[in-house]
């Protein structure tokens, strides 16, 4: 089931969100996130933060190993973004 319900999961975040610019968020706001799926799909958290999600809860369980591909996701978001810049600038 899990394998069926990410791709449904993925494809319904990508509808709701849209992907943004960490450096400048829409009228200052903050977006989170409250809801289980980040916690049972890691990929979800990973997609979360390429779309520039502020906060998310997570299960107890699931604390150390999301944070861990969190901050790996972020890193990778840095990076591309230096990129941009440098080819911008």
Excluded: H, W
């Amino acid at each position: 089931m899990r394998a069926r319900a990410i791709p449904a999961i993925l494809d319904a975040g990508r509808v709701s969100l849209t992907p943004r610019s960490r450096s400048s968020p829409p009228d200052g706001r903050k977006i989170g996130l409250c809801g289980q799926a980040p916690s049972d799909y890691p990929e979800f958290a990973e997609f979360l933060v390429e779309c520039g999600i502020d906060s998310m809860s997570l299960n107890p369980d699931a604390v150390v190993p999301t944070l861990r591909r969190v901050a790996a996701a972020e890193e990778r978001l840095a990076e591309r973004e230096a990129a941009v810049g440098a080819r911008e600038g």
